[in-house]
């Protein structure tokens, strides 16, 4: 939900300019400050950021994006494999035969998610480059839309991969992997587009004006994480509601139940209403929820300021203010908003600006002034900072 100021909206931002009484209602009657999500020397991914929300720090726990997600999709890793993240891209491919080779010829990123091709298709495409790029070594899984996953048995994570989402419209050249195991990266990459150029599945995209997952592109790799669950860290139990893996599968390793909302799809048409619903009714067993919205991101990332306001206010409605009506029923609670990292309209990615939070405590409702929940909560005499922001978690929950 954080972004900077706009010309568009008169110098506000998103946040500001979004209609959002149910936030600004928790703000006034709670305790407002800012997070620092991503801590210096990382860079602003949603893994980082929201391993920190969970209150695991990142410089102990982090071990790359993937292995987060192959939890998720209930892959097990062994110690020796590494996991990467396996995108379905669109790349736009001219004067060359392929997408890594070939002189002369140029492929630039045109999309990072090959127009959010459905599950059901990538699933095909995934299965089709199992089939025909596996070795004893090297595994395919597919995942949600075009988040997928490849596994590398004793293999190499020290290998410098970028982001797709960082290299939007830019020729991949600059930025193919590079590092002790690259060649065989990249070759698995070239590969693809060589086997997804000429599916059923792309032509049909083609034919109906949608973009062909012509590519995967490998990044985010690490080996499985070992964290401590919220039983151990503080004797409660959780659940976890995303249409994200990597978000199933942080809090796979937090030890939380992670349950599926039908029609969650992690973009502007997900079932906000259906999620809220959810979470009151695990929150009768359990004693915490995490509940995740994606839409703002991804609009976030197309540059989309109308879906940004309009998922902001959504959220509003449609989480907060059902969540707010329904945890009437408990007794005592307390709730927690924020967003894990901005990501601003102008740049379509992350950055690493510390993000504004509220507490709503119930049994400790504040009474004053109206507070806005946006960005200029960081102006106010009472807001609190979190530098270490992992410890927000540890606030949150304190007796
Ligand atoms: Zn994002």
């Given at each position: 939900m954080a972004d900077r100021p706009h010309a568009e909206l008169g110098g506000k931002t998103c946040l500001q300019a979004a209609k959002t009484p149910n936030l600004d209602q928790l703000a006034t009657m709670g305790q407002v400050g800012m997070v620092h999500t991503v801590p210096d020397?990382?860079?602003?991914g949603s893994d980082v950021a929201n391993l920190t929300v969970f209150g695991y720090d990142p410089r102990k726990?982090?071990?790359?994006r993937s292995p987060l997600e192959a939890a998720s999709i209930g892959v097990e890793l062994e110690p020796n494999d590494v996991a990467f993240r396996c995108n379905l891209v669109t790349l736009r491919v001219t004067?060359?035969?392929s997408a890594a080779g070939g002189k002369g010829r140029r492929a630039v990123m045109e999309d990072f998610s090959a127009g959010h091709i459905t599950t059901q298709e990538g699933r095909l495409l995934i299965e089709e480059l199992d089939d025909k790029l596996s070795t004893d070594h090297v595994r395919f899984y597919p995942g949600v839309s075009y988040r997928h996953l490849m596994v590398w048995k004793?293999?190499?994570?020290k290998i410098d991969c970028t982001p797709p989402h960082d290299i939007q419209?830019?020729?991949i050249q600059d930025y193919l992997p590079r590092g002790e195991g690259d060649d065989l990266i990249n070759e698995l990459m070239e590969g693809s587009f060589n086997i997804l150029s000429n599916h059923p599945v792309n032509k049909g995209r083609v034919e109906n004006g949608k973009r062909p997952a012509n590519s995967i592109w490998l990044w985010g790799q690490g080996r499985r994480p070992s964290m401590p669950t919220f039983r151990e860290k503080y004797g409660i139990e959780g659940a976890v509601i995303s249409a994200v893996d990597l978000l199933k599968g942080i809090g796979l390793y937090a030890g939380f139940e992670v349950i599926n909302v039908p029609g969650?799809?992690?973009?502007?048409?997900?079932n906000y209403a259906g999620k809220a619903e959810h979470a009151l009714w695990a929150l009768k067993t359990k004693d915490l929820v995490y509940l995740h919205v994606e839409a703002p991101d991804e609009a976030g990332h197309t540059g989309d300021l109308k879906n940004k306001m309009k998922s902001i206010e959504d959220f509003d409605e449609f989480i907060v203010g059902n969540i707010i009506h329904g945890?009437?029923?408990?007794d005592e609670y307390r709730i927690l908003a924020l967003p894990d990292h901005p990501t601003p309209i102008e740049l379509r990615t992350h950055t690493s600006d510390p993000v504004p939070f509220v507490i709503y405590d119930n049994m400790k409702v504040r009474k004053g002034d109206f507070v806005s929940y946006?960005?200029?909560?960081?102006?106010?005499?009472d807001a609190l900072v979190f530098k270490?922001?992992?410890?927000l978690m540890d606030y949150f929950l304190k007796k």
């Open positions: 020397g990382f860079p602003p726990y982090y071990t790359g004067g060359g035969k004793g293999g190499k994570d419209d830019k020729d969650a799809t992690g973009w502007i048409d997900t945890m009437k029923q408990f946006d960005e200029r909560i960081s102006e106010r005499k270490e922001g992992h410890t």
